[in-house]
C-alpha cells in the first residue's frame, strides 16, 4: 500500500512540474507589448456634466442635449412637447 500512495504522490508531483513548465515557456512566447502611453488630450480624459431632459428625465451629457428657455431637452421633438406631466 505504501508504494502505490509513493507512486501517486510522484506522478501528481511530475504533472505539477510540468505544467509550471509549461506556463513558464508560454509566458516567454508572448510577444512583449509597450504600456500604453497616457492619454495627450485633456478634454477627452476629464468627466462632462450630465444633465436631465425635461420631458423624458433622460440623462446625457451636456454638450449633446439642447437648451431651450433655459430648460435642457434630449431632442428638438421633446422641447416642442414641453415638460412631462
Request: net charge positive; hydrophobic share 45%.
Amino acid at each position: 500500500m505504501g508504494k502505490i500512495v509513493f507512486w501517486i504522490v510522484v506522478i501528481i508531483g511530475g504533472l505539477f512540474v510540468a505544467r509550471l513548465l509549461a506556463r513558464q515557456a508560454a509566458k516567454e512566447d508572448q510577444p512583449r507589448v509597450p504600456p500604453l502611453a497616457p492619454s495627450k488630450n485633456k478634454a477627452a480624459a476629464t468627466p462632462e456634466a450630465m444633465v436631465r431632459c425635461a420631458h423624458c428625465g433622460i440623462h446625457m451629457p451636456r454638450s449633446e442635449a439642447l437648451l431651450v428657455n433655459g430648460q435642457t431637452w434630449c431632442s428638438k421633438d421633446h422641447a416642442k412637447l414641453g415638460v412631462h406631466q
